[in-house]
T-cell receptor, first 112, second 110 residues
C-alpha cells in the first residue's frame, strides 16, 4: 500500500537558519504530494502541493520538489522565522484516490 | 474561505459512555473524513464519507461508527468509549484533491 516516511523530529533551529525536512514515499502510479502545517492549537492547513513529477510547490517561502526518481518531496526554507514553529506533515494522495496518507509529522521549533 | 467547524475543542468522558463528535462544513463538499492524531503516528483515517448516507471504513474503524444524514454534517460516534480512544480527533472535507481541516477535538476518556 501507499506510505509516507518523514524525518523524525523534533527539529530545533535558530531564526534565519536553513530548513530541510525530509519526506519519502511509496506509491504505485502517480500520486499527488502535499505538505500540511499545524500551528499550535489549530487544525492542519495546506502549505503546498505538487501533482506531477518535477513540479515544485511553494508558499510562504517554503518549497518542495516532486522527485519521482528518488520518491521524495523534501520541504525546504532558506531562512526560518519564529512564526514557522509548528508541526509539519507530508502526505500523498494516490492516483484517483480520495484519501490522504500522512507521515508521522515533524515538530519544528525556531528559537529567536 | 472554507470553514470546517468541530463542535467541541475539549471533551472529557468516562469509560463506557457513548460519545458524539460533530463536524460541519459550509462549502457543499461531498467528501468528509474523520482522523485521529497521536504523537509519533501522524494522522490515521477512521472513516470517510463520499455522499449523504454513504460511508467507508478507513484504516482504524474499530470502536467507531459515523453518521452522515445531511451533506454538511459528519458525525463520529464512539459507541462505548475506552481509555485507548483518548486522542485528538480531526475532521476534514475535501474539494479538488485538497482537504480542509477543522481545529480538532481533544478527547480524554477517563
Amino acid at each position: 500500500g501507499n506510505s509516507v516516511t518523514q524525518m523524525e523530529g523534533p527539529v530545533t533551529l535558530s531564526e534565519e537558519a536553513f530548513l530541510t525536512i525530509n519526506c519519502t514515499y511509496t506509491a504505485t502510479g502517480y500520486p499527488s504530494l502535499f505538505w500540511y502545517v499545524q500551528y499550535p492549537g489549530e487544525g492542519l492547513q495546506l502549505l503546498l502541493k505538487a501533482t506531477k513529477a518535477d513540479d515544485k510547490g511553494s508558499n510562504k517561502g517554503f518549497e518542495a520538489t516532486y522527485r519521482k526518481e528518488t520518491t521524495s518531496f523534501h520541504l525546504e526554507k532558506g531562512s526560518v522565522q519564529v512564526s514557522d514553529s509548528a508541526v509539519y506533515f507530508c502526505a500523498l494522495s494516490g492516483q484517483g484516490a480520495q484519501k490522504l496518507v500522512f507521515g508521522q509529522g515533524t515538530r519544528l521549533t525556531i528559537n529567536p | 474561505d472554507v470553514k470546517v467547524t468541530q463542535s467541541s475543542r475539549y471533551l472529557v468522558k468516562r469509560t463506557g459512555e457513548k460519545v458524539f463528535l460533530e463536524c460541519v462544513q459550509d462549502m457543499d463538499h461531498e467528501n468528509m473524513f474523520w482522523y485521529r492524531q497521536d504523537p509519533g503516528l501522524g494522522l490515521r483515517l477512521i472513516y470517510f464519507s463520499y455522499d449523504v448516507k454513504m460511508k467507508e471504513k478507513g484504516d482504524i474503524p474499530e470502536g467507531y461508527s459515523v453518521s452522515r444524514e445531511k451533506k454538511e454534517r459528519f458525525s463520529l460516534i464512539l459507541e462505548s468509549a475506552s481509555t485507548n480512544q483518548t486522542s485528538m480527533y480531526l475532521c476534514a472535507s475535501r474539494d479538488k484533491n485538497i482537504q480542509y481541516f477543522g481545529a480538532g477535538t481533544r478527547l480524554s476518556v477517563l
